[in-house]
């Protein structure tokens, strides 16, 4: 190679690599250049632990998309109530009246029945199932394409892992103890608690401990211990049924305004995703360790008698959901695509966990 050609060459890679860098000098200078000030709404109240603030909360997840865009996109947020009311988050984030609402997709099942499949499904899969479904397994994909018509972008931002049954102002005998029953419950379970005769009460959080200590209703589910001692449900009721059927698993929601979303440029987008798959981690980890060290108080000093649903129940609840799963499955096309997917998707990862995380759950997670 002659020398004015390997000049040659050499100039013109050191042009090319200045054009590179001044290109991507200006376009990093174009995106620092433009800040986005979005609003999320809550459905949960102001102060709430895991729903509004704490390690991987909505208030944390605004925090982390700040310092990670370096200020380019900041969110302020508002609990329930402080700019919109509990429930009202689905229809302000798809007029456009905000950019962001944090909940439970299982609120909007007035609207879209299959919702309730991307919170919790009864007898369905714990977090880790639930987790490898949405982000590996097509999940995440159908919750989008459920949305899409709505004009919003769905997306996990919290999970508070397996949630308990219930406080129960007397104790379950049999299937026969649950006609007449008046109990707040949410979501799927409510559907199969009713078939069984139970009066179904959907409360907000803050009317449960009242309506349970007078009376109002007989029994009570909200989250786990942590947040049901924090909320002062056993001082109301000492049976706490522990067995988890209805809510193995539990998913924050975080909605996006789709006009909103498409608006950001592609590394900001990619920050909200990693913060809310951040979040999603943080919040089960933090919910664990709280729940662990409220269980063992709840029992150990205030006086909880904790313990499974008795065989029969649980069977009977197992007949009843199936048949309710199934029966909303053959009346709504949507309901049925995601219906399929998430059963065949359980059947796969049964056959592995139970392999994998229950053997070990056997013999290596007794006392020691």
Known sequence: MSLNRRKFLSSGAIAAGAGLALGASSIASANTGKTFN????????????????????PTDFCKRVEEMSGGRLKIQHFAAGELIPALEGFDAVASGMVEMNAAN???????????????????????????AW????????????????HGLVPMPMGNTGTQMTGWFRQPLE??????????????????????????????????????LERG???????????QDRRMGLHKAAKNYYTTGWHE???????????????????DLQAIVRFCAQAC??????????????????????????????????????????NDTLSSMAASDPATK??????????????????????????????ES
């Not at 979005?38 to 909360?57: D, E, I, L, R």
């Not at 919910?287 to 129940?313: F, K, S």
Request: aromatic residues 14%.
């Open 216 to 226: 109002v209703i007989d029994a009570a589910e909200f989250v786990g211990p942590y």
């Open 280 to 321: 999603n981690t943080d919040s089960w980890s933090w919910c664990d360790a709280v729940n662990a060290e409220a269980m063992q108080d709840l029992v150990n000093n205030q006086g909880v008698i904790a313990r499974p649903l008795p065989t029969d129940i649980i069977k009977r609840l197992h007949e009843v959901t």
């Open 38 to 57: 979005w609003k999320m709404t809550n459905a949960y109240a102001p102060g709430s632990p895991f729903y509004v603030q704490g390690p991987g909360s």
């Open 105 to 131: 997709a299982f609120f909007w099942a007035g609207k879209i029945p299959a919702a309730q499949f991307f919170t919790a499904v009864p007898f369905g899969m714990n977090t880790q199932g639930m987790n």
């Open 174 to 211: 049999n299937v026969d103890s649950l006609k007449g029953l008046k109990m707040r419950i949410a979501g799927l379970a409510g559907k199969v608690y009713s078939e069984l005769g139970v009066a179904v009460r959907l409360l907000p959080g803050g009317e449960i401990f009242p309506a």
């Open 134 to 149: 949405l982000y590996n397994g097509g999940g995440l994909k159908l919750w989008e394409e459920l949305y899409e018509p």
């Open 337 to 366: 695509k995601i219906y399929e997917h998430f059963f065949a998707f359980r059947k796969q990862y049964i056959s592995w966990a139970s392999v994998g995380e229950k053997a070990f759950m056997e013999i290596g997670m007794g």
């Open 248 to 266: 193995p698993t539990n998913v924050t929601e975080l909605i996006i305004n789709k006009q909103a979303w498409d608006s950001l440029p592609a």
